[in-house]
Nanobody
Framework: QVQLVESGGGLVQAGDSLRLSCAAS????????MGWFRQAPGKEREIVAA????????YYADSVKGRFTISRDNAKNTVSLQMNSLKPEDTAVYYC??????????????????WGQGTQVTVSS
């Protein structure tokens, strides 16, 4: 079983930066893609960014390209999301997630089977 704990959310103003972190426990995740998703009130959960198990490939939603950067440290079993130039439309609960299948690079919600509890990010205008 995998446990994921996110941290780093908060209330910021438009244009500010935040760094989200996710610590995983239960099993080494070096063979699994990891990603960040978000869910705003009244909307479906959507992918924000993902990184392949090797770290060699990344995926970003169009809405965050050039502003957000995903990174991972397989030795520490962590994944992070650096968010710059935040906008009010980035307001959501952000979730860390792990792909269900090893050695695959999932970029859709259904491909991810382990989820954290979420951390709230609120961006005021």
């Amino acid at each position: 079983q995998v446990q994921l704990v996110e941290s780093g959310g908060g209330l910021v103003q438009a244009g500010d930066s935040l760094r989200l972190s996710c610590a995983a426990s239960g099993r080494p995740l070096r063979n699994y893609a990891m990603g960040w998703f978000r869910q705003a009130p009244g909307k479906e959960r959507e992918i924000v960014a993902a990184m392949s198990w090797s770290g060699g490939s990344t995926y970003y939603a169009d809405s965050v390209k050039g502003r957000f950067t995903i990174s991972r440290d397989n030795a520490k079993n962590t994944v992070s999301l650096q968010m710059n130039s935040l906008k009010p439309e980035d307001t959501a609960v952000y979730y860390c997630a792990v792909d269900r299948i090893p050695l695959r690079f999932g970029v859709t919600r259904r491909e991810y089977g382990y989820w954290g509890q979420g951390t709230q990010v609120t961006v005021s205008s």
